[in-house]
């Protein structure tokens, strides 16, 4: 008995380690399934980020459903923050060839080869609705539909040879107005209002361009003779902001312009513009009416200066695309160039500096042969149409802002107390002010402040926020009285540094009653600015640095300065009595590189450090005559680390480098900081600089290419930014189509 109860108790227990073995072999296999689905839905949002941005990012979404708490896929979603996202309008059965928004931003228009025009209600761009029927009757393709300047009045026309008035004062209603127009033997490419609403222009397949009377649009009429200096089809015009030009353009490679302040007797103005080696497609005057873009099947894009219209001459060099541009678009600013490309994307340009446009964003893909594309009126949608018979409207993220027209090394942006304006400096010597809206949308705030010299610095907010100092490449140091921003006064004279050569930095200590500068190149001085308009220097410069000091930076508590220079040190300076400064222990080693920014934490006793040996460094402050590095270097960037800054609440530190990333990190337990997720970029150069804004919420960056972007950090923001503007593009057949082995779940459902 003794015997059987041991083998039966033997036998449970070999069941029990056989149950045990196959549960948890069971758990392995079903983490592992689960582990290979994460990185398979990561992997197609990887691939097809360039083609189809939209879905990639309904992708992360996905992922982040899989795992909520993953910060590799928080990185991801934030980065979303800065690009452009799009769904189809869909409807059309043919290629579209024009969209374009009313006046009120409230209706867009689509002309298509279906033999239609559509009507989109988009006056909530999150859900854009049909309005009404499409309007039919079209003996053939239809290539254009424009509002009237009053949104009043549609103007249609296409392949057979008629212009069409439509009243859409009820845009779900339209109704044709009096008889169709003849307009030359062949098909109308392109219609355009004059800003009066006076008079349109038809650009004919016939070498001719026609104006016609439609102040009362019952009752039109044409107005003087054909417009005939073409020697070939003419594709495209436009009409300058003031009416007074019109510029047209086509297949003999040329651009006309026409004084039409009598359009009764338009006369050509000069000679033609040439440059363009093929057929020019289309074209856009700014709204300025200094510049006019056009885009042709040569694959280029040409800026022209057109301020004396008799004299106009191409500016700078072609923008070369890799396929024919079929349509231009100033945003309604006239800092962003938009062109379609027959590549199935809109390139967006920065173009503040007409002679050097740099590249905004990610091409925007369309997934078809792009032919159309139109700002909405306030600048923050594109609408797209192309040769998959789709409409897209772009919601284009307030948060990227062509802000300089040149470059920002150190330019900032740095916010200003309680975080609701940015202040951003630039090589083109502008000093630009910005209101924030809901915590991460630039609004101008007046007019720029600009120089004739470069500032090449970021500018510095005294903690009370009603002055802002401005280091320049002139080696001074303007203070500014910004109690009024949109009319900045200087506060004084400028703070003249006559021994720099290269560096020139500022900051003011927390009681706003001392600014930091360099003095040499070398060295920092202590000023008295506690009166703006006599500004006196305390006491003789700090030095001991035997290396360019790149940065520096206040305690809390303003009783200290660190210092980091090229050197690759920091040194810790007692400013209790700012006349009388001294050091305080020796110089603090560790970095293999230039150090190019020093911060401190909020509570004082954490500093990091950024170096061109590519790590971002910790310091234990607690003890200011003996600083000690704390946990080993961060690393991940791949070229110099330019900027670093600590979270409002010292959890997280933000880096940026000349890799054109940045990264956050982990900072909660100093002694083992990690990387938060991925390093994070923008198509082009993310930049040198970033920063916390004072609520934690959001990062700015500052860049090479002239390009301020704010990233708001809040993850379930971003899901709901990509759910309403994507609108759950990942139909049942498209997640079959990308991402079969998972079961059907709308990640925006």
């Not at 300047?149 to 392949?159: E, K, N, W």
């Not at 859409?168 to 008889?179: D, F, S």
């Not at 002139?474 to 021994?499: C, E, F, K, M, S």
Request: with cysteine; hydrophobic share 40%; charged share 20%.
């Amino acid at each position: 008995r003794r015997r059987t109860a041991l083998l039966s108790r033997a036998a449970v227990v070999l069941l029990v380690v056989f149950a045990l073995l196959a549960a948890t072999t069971a758990v392995v296999a079903f983490r592992q399934k689960e582990d290979a689905q994460f990185a398979q839905v990561l992997a197609e949002a990887d691939r097809l980020q360039a083609s189809d941005p939209s879905l990639a990012a309904e992708l992360d979404v996905v992922a982040h459903r899989l795992r909520p708490d993953d910060r590799t896929v928080d990185t991801r979603l934030i980065a979303t923050g800065v690009t452009p996202l799009a769904a189809p309008l869909l409807g059309h059965s043919g290629a579209v060839y024009l969209t374009t928004f009313n006046p009120a931003g409230t209706v867009l228009a689509s002309a298509s080869y279906d033999r239609t025009v559509r009507l989109w209600d988009v006056r909530d761009r999150m859900r854009p609705q049909p309005l009404g029927k499409p309007l039919t009757g079209f003996g053939s393709w239809v290539t254009t539909a424009v509002f009237s300047p009053d949104g009043r009045v549609l103007a249609t026309a296409g392949d057979d040879h008629m212009i069409r008035l439509w009243d859409v004062t009820r845009p779900a209603a339209p109704t044709l107005i009096g008889h169709p127009l003849t307009a030359g033997d062949g098909t109308i490419y392109l219609l355009a209002f004059n800003p009066d609403g006076r008079t349109l222009a038809a650009a004919n397949e016939d070498h001719t361009a026609r104006l016609w009377d439609v102040h009362d649009p019952a009752n039109t009429a044409p107005l003087g003779p054909p417009l005939g200096g073409h020697s070939g089809q003419v594709r495209s015009l436009a009409f300058s902001p003031d009416g007074h030009t019109l510029a047209t353009s086509g297949d003999d490679h040329v651009i006309q312009l026409w004084d039409v302040t009598d359009p009764a007797a338009a006369r050509m103005i000069g000679q033609p513009l040439d440059g363009d080696t093929d057929t020019v497609h289309s074209l856009a005057f700014s709204p300025d009416g200094r510049t006019l873009a056009s885009g042709s099947d040569d694959r280029t894009v040409r800026l022209w200066d057109v301020t004396d219209p008799a004299a106009a001459r191409m500016i700078g060099q072609p923008l070369g695309l890799l396929q024919s541009v079929w349509s231009v678009a100033f945003s309604p600013d006239g800092s962003v160039l938009a062109a379609a490309c027959t590549d199935g994307a809109a390139h967006l340009w920065n173009v503040r500096s007409l002679a050097n446009p740099t590249q905004l964003e990610q091409p925007l893909a369309a997934g078809g042969g792009l032919f159309a594309l139109g700002f909405s009126p306030d600048g923050h949608a594109l609408a797209t149409g192309s040769a998959d018979n789709s409409v897209r409207l772009w919601s284009l993220p307030e948060t990227v802002v062509a802000a300089h027209t040149g470059a920002m090394p150190g330019g900032g942006p740095v916010f200003g107390p309680g975080g609701h304006m940015l202040a951003t400096t630039g090589a083109d010597g502008a000093l630009r002010l910005w209101r924030l809206t809901d915590g991460s949308h630039p609004v101008p705030i007046g007019r720029p402040r600009t120089e004739p010299i470069k500032l090449d610095s970021a500018a510095a907010f005294r903690p009370d926020g009603n002055l802002v100092a401005v280091p320049s490449a002139d080696r001074t140091v303007q203070l500014w009285d910004i109690r009024d921003p949109a009319n900045p006064v200087q506060a004084g004279p400028p703070i003249r540094l006559p021994d720099i050569r290269y560096t020139n930095e500022a900051e003011f200590s927390p009681d706003g009653r001392v600014l930091a500068t360099t003095r040499t190149d070398l060295s920092v001085q202590l000023w008295d600015v506690s009166d703006p308009a006599d500004v006196t220097a305390l006491g003789s410069p700090l030095t001991g640095h035997s290396g360019y000091v790149n940065s520096f930076t206040f305690s809390p508590d303003g009783h200290t300065l660190v210092t980091g220079s090229a050197d690759r040190t920091l040194r810790v300076w007692d400013i209790t009595d700012p006349a009388h400064a001294k050091p305080r222990g020796g110089p603090i080693t560790g970095h293999t590189g230039a150090i190019n920014d020093v911060a401190f934490d909020t509570s004082g006793h954490l500093l990091a450090s950024g170096a061109d040996d590519k790590t971002v460094r910790l310091w234990d402050a607690g003890n200011l005559d003996h600083v000690v590095p704390v946990g080993t270097p961060l690393t991940g960037h791949t070229k110099g680390v330019k900027t670093v800054a600590f979270s409002p609440d010292g959890r997280t530190v933000v880096s940026a480098a000349s890799d054109d990333t940045i990264r956050l990190w982990d900072t909660s337990d100093p002694s083992h900081a990690t990387a938060f997720g991925l390093p994070m970029s923008a198509y082009t150069s993310t930049g040198y600089t970033a920063s916390f804004d004072p609520a934690g919420a959001t990062v700015a960056t500052a860049s090479a290419d002239g390009v301020l972007r704010l990233w708001p950090l809040d993850v379930d923001g971003a899901v709901h930014r990509i759910c309403a503007t994507t609108r759950n593009v990942l139909t049942p057949e498209t997640w079959r189509q990308h991402i079969p082995q998972l079961s059907y779940r709308p990640p925006c459902g």
